[in-house]
């Protein structure tokens, strides 16, 4: 970064102007108390030609003085003020994080609110971008900002407020994503439960499969007499449950037999409308 000294608080704005290009900083004229530049470029005509900047101020000796941010000056965040809030809450939880603690400089804008100066990296262009929810934007490549002594709007003055020896360039980045964490991801809302037929008795297959030596035959029998319940054919239980029966261990007679079982109980207990009796929780169902 070309050496940050700002001129005296009372300089008057031609002056000031070359101090800035004396020191290294490319300048280029506003409007008085306004931010739009005076030149057919805007910040692409700053120049740190003494000649020239003389030149300009001679012909606008009330000139503000912009400066181009980026490139091997200054990168800024800008803390802002507006009647629906500011940036100084957020600011300080960047202090707190110590994302911001190699600022040059810190400067008192006419609105009341803060410019705070970084050595910006030429190696390391930083973009410019805008959190407005946190009133904090960042001023770097292709950005510019308005310099002390220059006038705001009123009467008040860009004014510094202090400046520190031991800079280093801001990782603008790691505060955009402080200030505007990663959207949460987007969780697909849990799926309806599947409650045709087929879905129901893959639900059984897979807690007859589950089942431990013991236990085999009985939860088998409960779960085809679910199956009969559906109205689904008995070659049906078969095809479903006695493939889940045999991966518990239970031998394929056993398992026909139980299936057949439940089917006549079912359709018996239909007959006589009598309760067919306690089953075991459909555990997972």
Same mark, same amino acid.
């Given at each position: 970064?070309?050496?940050?000294?700002?001129?005296?608080?009372?300089?008057?704005?031609?002056?000031?102007?070359?101090?800035?290009?004396?020191?290294?900083?490319?300048?280029?004229?506003?409007?008085?108390?306004?931010?739009?530049?005076?030149?057919?470029?805007?910040?692409?005509?700053?120049?740190?030609?003494?000649?020239?900047?003389?030149?300009?101020?001679?012909?606008?000796?009330?000139?503000?003085?912009?400066?181009?941010?980026?490139?091997?000056?200054?990168?800024?965040?800008?803390?802002?003020?507006?009647?629906?809030?500011?940036?100084?809450?957020?600011?300080?939880?960047?202090?707190?994080?110590?994302?911001?603690?190699?600022?040059?400089?810190?400067?008192?804008?006419?609105?009341?609110?803060?410019?705070?100066?970084?050595?910006?990296?030429?190696?390391?262009?930083?973009?410019?971008?805008?959190?407005?929810?946190?009133?904090?934007?960042?001023?770097?490549?292709?950005?510019?900002?308005?310099?002390?002594?220059?006038?705001?709007?009123?009467?008040?003055?860009?004014?510094?407020?202090? &400046?520190?020896?031991? =800079?280093?360039?801001?990782? #603008? !980045?790691?505060?955009?994503?402080? +200030?505007? %964490?990663? @959207?949460? /991801?987007?969780?697909?809302?849990?799926?309806?439960?599947?409650?045709?037929?087929?879905?129901?008795?893959?639900?059984?297959?897979?807690?007859?499969?589950?089942?431990?030596?013991?236990?085999?035959?009985?939860?088998?029998?409960?779960?085809?007499?679910?199956?009969?319940?559906?109205?689904?054919?008995?070659?049906?239980?078969?095809?479903?449950?006695?493939?889940?029966?045999?991966?518990?261990?239970?031998?394929?007679?056993?398992?026909?037999? &139980?299936?057949?079982? =439940?089917?006549?109980?079912? #359709? !018996?207990?239909?007959?006589?409308? +009598?309760? %067919?009796? @306690?089953? /075991?929780?459909?555990?997972?169902?």
């Amino acid at each position: 970064m070309a050496e940050l000294e700002f001129p005296a608080a009372t300089a008057a704005l031609p002056a000031a102007a070359v101090h800035y290009a004396r020191h290294g900083l490319r300048v280029f004229p506003c409007v008085p108390k306004h931010k739009r530049p005076m030149t057919e470029n805007g910040f692409k005509d700053a120049t740190t030609s003494v000649g020239v900047v003389e030149s300009w101020w001679r012909s606008w000796p009330w000139a503000s003085i912009g400066i181009p941010t980026g490139g091997d000056g200054i990168d800024v965040l800008d803390i802002d003020v507006y009647a629906s809030g500011d940036g100084y809450g957020a600011f300080a939880e960047l202090e707190d994080a110590r994302l911001v603690d190699g600022w040059a400089a810190k400067v008192r804008t006419p609105s009341g609110g803060m410019h705070v100066y970084f050595p910006a990296d030429p190696a390391w262009p930083q973009r410019n971008w805008a959190v407005t929810a946190s009133h904090i934007d960042f001023r770097g490549e292709g950005g510019y900002v308005i310099v002390p002594p220059s006038f705001g709007a009123g009467t008040k003055r860009y004014e510094v407020m202090e &400046t520190a020896p031991a =800079a280093r360039p801001l990782d #603008s !980045a790691r505060v955009r994503d402080f +200030l505007r %964490p990663p @959207p949460p /991801p987007i969780v697909a809302p849990p799926r309806a439960l599947d409650r045709s037929p087929d879905a129901i008795v893959r639900r059984i297959a897979g807690f007859v499969a589950r089942q431990s030596e013991g236990n085999r035959n009985r939860a088998l029998f409960w779960a085809a007499c679910r199956v009969a319940e559906l109205d689904l054919p008995e070659d049906y239980a078969h095809g479903a449950l006695g493939m889940a029966a045999l991966r518990t261990g239970l031998k394929q007679e056993e398992a026909v037999a &139980t299936i057949r079982s =439940a089917y006549r109980t079912v #359709s !018996a207990t239909r007959s006589l409308h +009598l309760d %067919p009796g @306690p089953a /075991p929780p459909p555990l997972g169902l």
